[in-house]
């Protein structure tokens, strides 16, 4: 299937420098959209030894502010020898990190595939003939997609568009999208094979399809944001056990309506960083291009998901 693209209006970007509870509520207020319904807040709450995740402290106002739910899914892989008390590629070891890392005592947590998985259509069909998201997502009527910004070693960057496809796959979804539509079951054994994820651009496409399934769920019941969190940047994932030092400066948090537009401004605000004794995105960045990573974003304003056009609307200096 050849995607022709679809014209898109420029979009709005709030941004905040401050990164407290409070500019987090302030932000989500800014967009004009309340939570409604049975509100599911979408993030990683990290692998099991990642210091990077955006914490409890950070988020509380928010989840608070809106009655919501963390909701997670399982991963498709386990850490090596010696870090297995950290993988979440099992449900009864995903709730030890999520109450290691302090969400328990704080909120209502859901892991979204514990009991199983659905099927949800896909618009863009060139490698996924659906999207494999944790069943328990039919339970929520509205989400918030919480996404913290930072690198990831297969995607180059991790954002909103990865929260949404990858963050709300189950076990086997993750593999679906992972394999660019080949494996349809989660097999360890084969799934980090070339014969499975040699295809970067696909996966990526695929990344792109999988987030525009988990934004029609939402838009046909009581709708969707998005929030990027520019803190703790790594090259590496929260997913990472043990992700490379942060080279840059916390930055600060933008919102949109539209997923697209959000992660392309923080694609550009990394890369219009200057390289100083304390601000180094020259590793993120490489990153980002051996990965091919802004591709996912193209592909989403390919099919129709967003804009890559944006105007940044600065909330701290209506104050």
């Given at each position: 299937?050849k995607?022709?693209p679809?014209?898109?209006?420029e979009?709005?970007?709030?941004l905040?420098?401050?990164?407290?509870?409070?500019?987090?509520?302030?932000?989500?207020?800014?967009?004009?959209?309340?939570a409604?319904?049975?509100?599911a807040?979408k993030?990683?709450t990290?692998?099991?030894s990642?210091?990077?995740?955006?914490?409890p402290e950070?988020i509380?106002?928010?989840?608070?502010?809106v009655?919501g739910t963390?909701?997670?899914c399982n991963?498709a892989y386990g850490?090596?020898?010696?870090?297995?008390q950290d993988?979440?590629d099992?449900?009864?070891n995903?709730w030890?990190v999520?109450e290691?890392?302090?969400?328990?005592?704080?909120?209502?947590?859901?892991?979204?595939?514990?009991?199983?998985?659905?099927?949800?259509?896909?618009q863009?069909?060139?490698?996924l003939?659906?999207?494999?998201?944790?069943?328990?997502i039919?339970?929520?009527?509205?989400?918030?997609a919480?996404n913290?910004?930072?690198?990831?070693?297969?995607?180059g960057y991790?954002?909103?568009?990865?929260?949404?496809s990858?963050g709300c796959?189950?076990?086997?979804?993750k593999?679906?999208?992972?394999?660019?539509?080949?494996?349809?079951v989660?097999?360890?054994?084969?799934?980090?094979?070339?014969?499975?994820?040699?295809?970067?651009?696909?996966?990526?496409?695929s990344?792109?399809a999988?987030?525009?399934?988990?934004?029609?769920?939402?838009?046909?019941?009581d709708?969707?944001?998005?929030?990027?969190?520019?803190?703790?940047?790594?090259?590496?994932?929260?997913?990472?056990?043990?992700?490379a030092?942060?080279?840059l400066?916390d930055y600060g948090i933008?919102?949109?309506t539209?997923?697209?537009a959000?992660?392309?401004?923080c694609?550009?605000?990394?890369?219009?960083?200057?390289?100083?004794?304390?601000?180094d995105p020259?590793?993120?960045l490489?990153?980002?291009?051996?990965q091919?990573?802004?591709?996912?974003?193209?592909?989403?304003?390919?099919?129709?998901?967003?804009?890559?056009k944006?105007?940044?609307?600065?909330?701290?200096?209506?104050e």
């Open positions: 299937m995607n022709t679809i014209e898109q209006k979009a709005v970007v709030y905040t420098k401050a990164i407290t509870p409070e500019s987090l509520v302030r932000i989500y207020k800014a967009l004009g959209v309340p409604k319904g049975r509100v807040v993030m990683s990290g692998e099991g990642n210091p990077n995740y955006l914490k950070l509380k106002n928010l989840v608070f502010e009655d963390i909701v997670e991963t850490n090596g020898p010696g870090d297995e993988n979440r099992t449900s009864a995903h030890k999520i290691r890392h302090g969400f328990t005592p704080l909120f209502k947590v859901d892991i979204m595939d514990e009991e199983g998985e659905m099927r949800i259509p896909v863009d069909s060139t490698h003939k659906y999207d494999i998201v944790g069943g328990h039919a339970n929520y009527d509205f989400m918030i919480l913290h910004f930072k690198g990831h070693p297969m995607g991790g954002g909103a568009l990865k929260n949404l990858i796959a189950s076990s086997n979804g593999a679906y999208i992972h394999s660019a539509g080949k494996m349809e989660l097999d360890m054994a084969k799934l980090w094979t070339k014969e499975y994820i040699g295809n970067q651009d696909g996966f990526l496409e990344m792109a999988a987030a525009q399934a988990v934004v029609d769920y939402f838009q046909k019941k709708g969707i944001i998005y929030i990027n969190v520019m803190n703790n940047m790594s090259i590496d994932c929260d997913c990472v056990d043990h992700p030092p942060v080279k400066e933008l919102a949109s539209d997923p697209v959000l992660d392309q401004a694609v550009d605000i990394i890369n219009n960083q200057q390289v100083t004794a304390t601000n020259t590793d993120l490489n990153r980002i291009d051996k091919h990573g802004v591709h996912t974003i193209e592909h989403a304003e390919t099919i129709g998901l967003g804009s890559r944006y105007t940044i609307v600065n909330i701290d200096e209506a």
